[in-house]
T-cell receptor
Framework: DSGVTQTPKHLITATGQRVTLRCSPRSGDLSVYWYQQSLDQGLQFLIQYYNGEERAKGNILERFSAQQFPDLHSELNLSSLELGDSALYFC????????????FGPGTRLTVL | AQSVAQPEDQVNVAEGNPLTVKCTYSVSGNPYLFWYVQYPNRGLQFLLKYITGDNLVKGSYGFEAEFNKSQTSFHLKKPSALVSDSALYFCAVRDKSSASKIIFGSGTRLSIRP
């Protein structure tokens, strides 16, 4: 158990809908990262937050957004969902610096029908 | 721009034999290098990392990796493979000189046959 929690574990929804994925980092970790893992594209970095502020952006679509709240939990919002958004979405957390290990949550499996 | 390559999609090894999972990287400065393992329907688990110092890094479950600056490689190794080592392995790199994002390789599926 990494100490990172993600809810829900599974999510099934229809095209055009909007969903919110939630992540609680390890106690004391200030950074939260979001990743998308699909069969054909491997693990793609989406976005990083550090202590409530956006720190780095990866291949995140405009339909997707995230935020980190004062209690350091984070939410990833996915809107206007398409079939191709079906994937595993992972959250990871780390303490502070770039050398710090990222600890991954168990993931949310999103299925768009 | 930083990048990481795992040239083998799959590695097959007999139980008890040594295993190597290859990783090469490209960064503009000095790298931080990581290995993670993913078991089916699970999140990624940290195995080991190289920050500085000794080029041979020892990690969890008997794995080790050797940082080779001249070859820009960070291959994962284990002297004697176990069937339970069968999983998906990811190499990742981050450039020390900036707060740049971490880049993951495409993953290598390791299959250990009894």
């Amino acid at each position: 158990d990494s100490g990172v929690t993600q809810t829900p574990k599974h999510l099934i929804t229809a095209t055009g809908q909007r969903v919110t994925l939630r992540c609680s980092p390890r106690s004391g970790d200030l950074s939260v990262y979001w990743y998308q893992q699909s069969l054909d594209q491997g693990l793609q970095f989406l976005i990083q937050y550090y202590n409530g502020e956006e720190r780095a952006k990866g291949n995140i679509l405009e339909r997707f957004s995230a935020q980190q709240f004062p209690d350091l939990h984070s939410e990833l919002n996915l809107s206007s969902l398409e079939l191709g958004d079906s994937a595993l979405y992972f959250c990871a957390s780390s303490p502070v610096g770039p050398a710090d290990t990222q600890y991954f949550g168990p993931g949310t499996r999103l299925t768009v029908l | 721009a930083q990048s990481v390559a795992q040239p083998e999609d799959q590695v097959n090894v007999a139980e008890g034999n040594p295993l190597t999972v290859k990783c090469t990287y490209s960064v503009s400065g000095n790298p931080y290098l990581f290995w993670y393992v993913q078991y089916p329907n699970r999140g990624l688990q940290f195995l080991l990392k190289y920050i500085t110092g000794d080029n041979l890094v020892k990690g969890s479950y008997g794995f080790e990796a050797e940082f080779n600056k001249s070859q820009t490689s960070f291959h994962l190794k284990k002297p004697s493979a176990l069937v339970s080592d069968s999983a998906l392995y990811f190499c990742a790199v981050r450039d020390k000189s900036s707060a740049s994002k971490i880049i993951f390789g495409s993953g290598t599926r390791l299959s250990i046959r009894p």
